[in-house]
C-alpha cells in the first residue's frame, strides 16, 4: 500500500470512529441537558414509533393488483395507515369492474411485474397455480410469517394449498345468509294478512296481493319478481334443496339430482301459471326487478341483503309510506324449511412467479396481521371511528364511512377469532340493511344449512365445468316454470348437467367429500 493510501485510510477511520462517539453521546453533550440534535426525536408516548422503526428500513415499494373499487386505492386512508404500520408503501392498481377475469388472464399470459395480486374468482388463482405461474410461499410463511400462521386456521391455509404448497392468501368471507324474499309489509296490512310462515301461506298472500290492489296499480300489481334464476332461496328451502350441492344420506348431491326438486319447480310453475309470479320474471336483469319492487308495483322481491340501502332510498323516494322486510324460513309440505349459507373465500391473494419481491410481500402480509393493526386496518380508531356499545363495534359517521367503509378491500388474510365482530359495524351503514340482515341470520341454527363445498380445496374439474353446470341447471329450470314440469323435463335438465360434465365432476366431489 501507498504512504499517500495508508495516511487516506487512516483519516477514514478516525473519521469514522468520531462520528460514532459523537452519535453515542449526543444526548449528554450539552450542557444544559437537553437532548443533542443528532438524536432521534422521542414520540409523544416518548418512545419511537412502530412507523420510525419502520422507517428506518430499506424497504422496496410494493406494487399490487387489486380487485375493482370505486373510489382511490392510493389515495385512500387505509393505504397510508399500511405504510404508516408496516413501513411498506404499496402502488395499487385495479382490475376493471367488468371481467375483471379476462383481464386478469391477460395480465398474467403476457408476464408482469405485480408483487402480489388479489384473486376475486378463486378458481383462477387455482388455475395460475396448477399452471406454475405462482411463486410457492410455503418456505416463507414458515420463515418470515407467525402471524398469518397464528391468524389463519390449517382450514383456510388448506383452501389455497395445491399439490402440498401453500401458493396464496385466503381472505375468509363472512359466513352469512345472503339471499331472501323481501316483502312489503305494508301490502300484508292492507290486505288483512300476517307474515306467511308456510308456503301454503304465501301462495293466499300473493293471492290477496293480486287480486286487492294493494299498491293501487290495479291489473298491473305483480305479487312476486325475480330475477332470471331458477332456485330462489327461501321457497327452495322449504323442500331442503340448499344450493347447488347438499349433503343426503352424508353424501354430496348436486342439486339437478335432488330428490325433490321436481316438487318444487312444480310449485315454482304453479305461481307463474297463476299469474303470481312476474311473467318477464326469464328475462329480468337484477335492475329489473328492483325497478319492480322500488317503484311500488310488485309486493314481494327475491333479493340479497347487501343491495338493501340502493333499494330503500329508491323506495323512499317513489312511496315515502313503504314498509318492508325479510320473510323468515317459511315450512313446506315435509315441514322442511331453512336458508343456504354462504361462506368459503372473499378473496385468494397471491405472488406471481414473476415478482421481485416475494419475501417482502410475506413480511407485508404478516405485519397486517398483527391483532391490533388488523383491527386499526379494518375499523379504524376508537373514538374517531367507532365506538363500543354493550359489545357491538358502531361506527361514528362520517368517519368511519369516509375512512374505512372500503377497508375490506385492502385486507389480505384476516384475524379470524374476530374480524366478524368488526365487520357487524359495516351494517350499520344502513338501518333497513342491518335490522334485514338480522332477521334471515337470526334464526334457529337447525334452519341454516352451509354451502357443501364452501370450503373445498382446489378441483380440477369441478373449477373447469362448474360455471357450465350450473347455467344448465338455471337455465332448464327457468324452461319448466315457463313451459311445464315433467318426468321427462327433470330427464332433459340431468342429461344436460351430464353432458356439462356433471358426471365426472359429482365423482370428483364425492372423492373428496368422503376424504374430508
Not at 407467525?146 to 399439490?163: C, F, H, R, W, Y
Not at 412467479?353 to 419475501?359: G, Q, V
Not at 402480509?365 to 357491538?392: C, H, Q, R, S, W
Request: glycine share 8%; aromatic share 10%.
Amino acid at each position: 500500500m501507498s504512504r499517500k493510501k495508508g495516511l487516506f485510510a487512516l483519516l477514514v477511520l478516525l473519521l469514522s470512529f468520531t462520528t460514532v462517539l459523537a452519535a453515542c453521546g449526543g444526548k449528554n453533550n450539552d450542557a444544559g441537558g437537553k437532548s443533542g440534535e443528532g438524536s432521534a426525536a422521542p414520540s409523544a408516548s416518548g418512545k419511537a414509533t412502530e412507523s420510525s422503526v419502520a422507517a428506518a428500513e430499506q424497504k422496496p415499494v410494493l406494487k399490487a393488483l387489486r380487485n375493482y373499487m370505486q373510489v382511490d386505492y392510493n389515495s385512500y386512508p387505509v393505504n397510508q395507515y399500511i405504510e404508516e404500520k408496516t413501513g411498506y408503501k404499496v402502488q395499487n392498481d385495479m382490475l376493471p369492474q367488468e371481467k375483471p377475469s379476462d383481464k386478469l388472464n391477460l395480465i398474467m399470459a403476457s408476464g408482469t411485474d405485480y408483487d402480489f395480486i388479489d384473486a376475486l374468482n378463486t378458481q383462477d388463482f387455482f388455475n395460475f397455480a396448477k399452471n406454475g405461474a405462482l411463486t410457492d410461499l410455503t418456505p416463507l410463511i414458515e420463515q418470515y410469517g407467525p402471524n398469518i400462521k397464528q391468524m389463519l386456521s390449517p382450514e383456510s391455509l388448506a383452501g389455497a394449498t395445491v399439490d402440498g404448497k401453500i401458493y396464496g392468501i385466503p381472505t375468509l368471507n363472512v359466513s352469512y345468509v345472503r339471499d331472501g324474499l323481501l316483502i312489503r309489509t305494508d301490502w300484508l296490512e292492507k290486505v288483512g294478512k300476517s307474515m306467511p310462515t308456510t308456503l301454503d301461506e304465501f301462495v293466499d298472500v300473493l293471492k290477496a296481493f293480486k287480486e286487492q290492489d294493494p299498491g293501487g296499480n290495479g291489473k298491473n300489481n305483480i305479487p312476486l319478481t325475480i330475477d332470471s334464476i331458477g332456485l330462489v332461496d327461501n321457497i327452495m328451502g322449504a323442500f331442503g334443496i340448499y344450493g347447488q350441492w347438499n349433503e343426503l344420506d352424508g353424501k354430496p348431491v348436486n342439486v339437478s339430482n335432488h330428490p325433490a326438486l321436481k316438487d318444487y319447480a312444480a310449485f315454482m310453475r304453479s305461481l307463474y301459471e297463476q299469474g303470481l309470479l312476474d311473467k318477464e320474471f326469464a328475462t329480468n336483469k337484477s335492475a329489473t326487478s328492483a325497478e319492480k319492487f322500488t317503484s311500488g308495483r310488485a309486493g314481494v322481491m327475491w333479493t340479497r341483503w347487501s343491495s338493501i340501502p340502493g333499494y330503500d332510498e329508491a323506495i323512499k323516494k317513489n312511496v315515502p309510506d313503504a314498509a318492508y322486510q325479510f320473510i323468515p324460513p317459511m315450512k313446506g309440505p315435509d315441514g322442511q324449511s331453512g336458508f343456504t349459507l354462504f361462506g368459503g373465500f372473499n378473496k385468494i391473494t397471491f405472488v406471481p412467479k414473476s415478482a421481485k419481491h416475494p419475501e417482502d410481500v410475506v413480511k407485508l402480509v404478516n405485519a397486517m396481521l398483527d391483532p391490533e393493526t388488523f383491527k386499526g386496518v379494518f375499523v379504524g380508531e376508537e373514538g374517531v371511528t367507532y365506538t363500543i356499545e354493550n359489545g357491538n363495534y358502531m361506527p361514528i359517521e362520517p368517519a368511519f364511512f369516509d375512512q374505512r367503509g372500503s377497508a375490506n378491500n385492502f385486507v389480505i388474510g384476516m384475524d379470524e377469532s374476530n374480524f366478524v365482530t368488526y365487520w357487524q359495524a359495516r351494517l350499520q351503514k344502513s338501518k333497513a340493511m342491518f335490522d334485514n340482515f338480522q332477521i334471515v341470520n337470526n334464526i334457529p341454527k337447525e334452519q341454516i344449512h352451509q354451502d357443501v363445498l364452501a370450503f373445498a380445496p382446489y378441483l380440477p374439474k369441478y373449477s373447469a365445468n362448474v360455471a357450465k353446470l350450473e347455467s344448465a341447471v338455471n337455465d332448464y329450470l327457468i324452461k319448466m316454470i315457463v313451459d311445464g314440469v315433467s318426468d321427462d323435463s327433470i330427464a332433459s335438465l340431468q342429461k344436460a348437467w351430464k353432458g356439462a360434465g356433471g358426471e365426472e365432476v359429482a365423482q370428483e366431489v364425492s372423492a373428496w367429500y368422503a376424504s374430508k
